[in-house]
């Protein structure tokens, strides 16, 4: 059974850091990119930061690029969001997500954490 549990999340004030984390069992980690997600109250999911098998290659959304770090240790399974600089338009429900297309996609996600920017 695949499992991906965040945690790392909270209440901030603007311009405080975070990190959260996401250990995921039950699948070939090292084989599936990972990704960050996040939705917001009353907005659609959107995604946030993308690293690829190896930790080669990342992609930020637009409105994180510079403050958002994301990495990935496969030895441990787990991958890592730096939040940094952080503003209240950041806070949302933050979803990691498994993903693998091999000719069939597979999709896993965890059950998210809540992360709030508010001074």
């Known amino acids: 059974q695949v499992q991906l549990v965040e945690t790392g999340g909270g209440l901030v004030q603007p311009g405080e850091s975070l990190r959260l984390s996401c250990a995921a069992s039950?699948?070939?980690?090292?084989?599936?990119?990972m990704r960050w997600h996040r939705q917001a109250p009353g907005k659609e999911r959107e995604l946030v930061a993308a690293i690829s098998t190896r930790g080669g290659s990342t992609t930020y959304a637009d409105s994180v690029k510079g403050r958002f770090l994301i990495s990935r240790d496969n030895a441990k399974n787990t991958v890592s969001l730096e939040m940094n600089a952080l503003k209240p338009e950041d806070t949302a429900v933050y979803y990691c997500n498994a993903h693998r297309d091999w000719g069939v996609s597979y999709d896993y996600w965890g059950q998210g954490t809540q992360v709030t920017v508010s001074s």
């Open positions: 039950g699948l070939t980690f090292r084989t599936y990119a």
